[in-house]
């Protein structure tokens, strides 16, 4: 299964944008899909993910300003950021991966990344 983020710019604090992610090659609602970020100089993590039954989880610093989704029908998975924040600015990607437990495990496709920038 290939990703393709995309739907990243550049917004004032406060604005809202809409990641897309969209698969080729297999049905996104078969997997568990991570949405991660990296800022340079940071190491990559996860921000957001969404199970095969639709159960989503949020890194605390994003949690009530993001939201993740899935649109089966165009085999689509969004990542809806209000209220951004200047520490939110990285590079974001979207990545197949799996829930061992409590932990999330990113696969190793990793696809071109979209950039996000939060001016204030």
């Known amino acids: 299964v290939q990703l393709q983020a995309s739907g990243g710019g550049l917004v004032q604090a406060g604005g809202s944008l809409r990641l897309s992610c969209a698969a080729s090659?297999?049905?996104?609602?078969?997997?568990?899909i991570g949405w991660h970020r990296q800022a340079p100089g940071k190491q990559r993590e996860l921000v957001a993910s969404i199970r095969s039954g639709g159960q989503t989880e949020y890194k605390d610093s994003v949690k009530g300003r993001f939201t993740v989704s899935r649109d089966n029908a165009k085999n689509m998975v969004y990542l809806q950021m209000n209220n951004l924040k200047p520490d939110d600015t990285a590079v974001y990607y979207c990545?197949?991966?799996?829930?061992?437990?409590?932990?999330?495990?990113?696969?190793?496709?990793w696809g071109q990344g979209t950039q996000v920038t939060v001016s204030s």
């Open positions: 090659g297999s049905t996104v609602s078969s997997y568990t």
């Open positions: 990545n197949i991966g799996e829930y061992r437990g409590i932990y999330y495990y990113p696969g190793r496709s």
